[in-house]
């Protein structure tokens, strides 16, 4: 069997990673490749899975952890990828919070895997309003230490690609190109938009068509890193909803947005909200990836009387505040319209990070 091509696409919370996946996907099944997808969080119940299965697409998940702190359960999703699928290509998606990715996986997967899979470039994908605040030596509106594991997922990279470009004229995204290359001379730094496809194709070419992966390593301090998590509350839930023939893309926009306005009143910066109505092959998924002026949806489902929420909540304040904040916006939000019914609920502060290997050489 030939080697699978293995892509990471690392970048922080909400940064495009999963769009990419998708849009990268669907493009390359088009080529006539077969490619698999790996999803990753520090609990079950994932936005990122559903909606990319809502699509066709073949994916594995790593949940619980994520695959720095479980590189078996990496391998072993990828394996079992490669051998259902006889896959061309699988592209992974480590949690958006994690840095030191060159150490804890591209190396290990260099020495220790390498007859089976040929690693991609270490692609690092960034919002341009993030990243820019970023390179103006800002924070990025998120908490200092947070801010730190951002700076270090750009400087460990192979390979930036600046998302949403659809969303600027492109003489500013030029110019944040050159910036950026400025700033990280050892990255190849591209541009693309995940939603209209523009760049993707390049992106995937260069990716697909390169194996030097992982070509530096970063000095990375645990204690800042671990803090700059820990600092995010984490909620991952699921619920089954009940009523009357209902607007559900009203519904799930409203509640959207009287979280984010929550979540702004008291100062709690959002890293990413994620939710994804589904009703059979009929989604609809919304995102806050900041303020509420970045609410976002898409997705269609005929008025009907149930569907199944999964919300994924990564927000700096306490797991049991944010906890708090979901259920009463939920409870306020179904208030006489519906019935909700709990599948699966749960909140956590990331624990401190405790990768299987962490190469000192590269490899
Ligand atoms: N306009 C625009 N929005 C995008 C693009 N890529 C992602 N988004 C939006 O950004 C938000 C976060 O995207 P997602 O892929 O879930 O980010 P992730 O957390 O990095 O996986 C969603 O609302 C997406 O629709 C893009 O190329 N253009
Ligand atoms: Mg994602």
Redesign the pocket.
């Known amino acids: 069997m030939e080697k699978t091509k293995l892509i990471f696409v690392g970048g922080f919370l909400g940064a495009g990673?999963?769009t990419l996946l998708w849009k990268a996907a669907q493009q390359a099944m088009k080529q006539g490749l077969r490619v698999g997808l790996i999803?990753n969080d520090q609990a079950p119940e994932l936005v990122?899975s559903a909606l990319l299965s809502q699509e066709g697409l073949r994916v594995a998940e790593v949940s619980g952890s994520c695959f720095c702190c479980n590189f078996n359960g990496f391998t072993d999703a990828a394996q079992q990828i490669r051998h259902e699928t006889s896959a061309d290509v699988i592209i992974a998606?480590p949690v958006?919070s994690c840095t030191d990715l060159s150490a804890t996986i591209l190396q290990p997967l260099k020495k220790i895997w390498n007859r089976d899979y040929e690693i991609a470039p270490l692609t690092v994908v960034a919002d341009p309003e993030r990243l820019t605040d970023i390179l103006d030596g800002g924070r990025a509106e998120l908490h200092s230490d947070a801010a730190y594991i951002y700076r270090k997922q750009l400087e460990e990279s192979d390979l930036i690609l600046i998302t949403k470009t659809d969303c600027y004229p492109s003489m500013q995204v030029d110019e944040l190109k050159q910036r950026t290359a400025e700033v990280f001379p050892f990255a190849t730094v591209m541009a693309a938009s995940a939603l209209s496809g523009e760049g993707v194709g390049e992106w995937f070419g260069e990716v697909f068509n390169r194996s030097d992966a992982g070509k530096r390593l970063v000095s990375v301090d645990y204690d800042i890193y671990a803090h700059g998590e820990a600092v995010l509350g984490w909620l991952n839930g699921t619920v089954r909803l009940n009523g009357l023939k209902m607007d559900w893309y009203e519904w799930v926009g409203d509640y959207l947005h009287n979280l984010s306005e929550c979540f702004d009143s008291n100062n709690y910066p959002v890293g990413h909200v994620k939710v994804i109505a589904e009703r059979d092959k009929q989604y609809i998924a919304g995102n806050l990836t900041g303020k509420l002026s970045t609410l976002s949806m898409r997705g269609a489902i005929e008025p009907c009387d149930a569907v199944q929420l999964t919300i994924n909540a990564r927000v700096e304040t306490s797991p049991e505040t944010l906890d708090k904040i979901v259920n009463d916006t939920l409870s306020n939000s179904i208030k006489n319209r519906c019935k909700a019914k709990t599948v699966a609920w749960k909140y956590l502060t990331p624990g401190r990070p405790n990768p299987t290997h962490r190469f000192t050489e590269v490899v």
């Open positions: 990673k999963t999803t990122d998606e958006g």
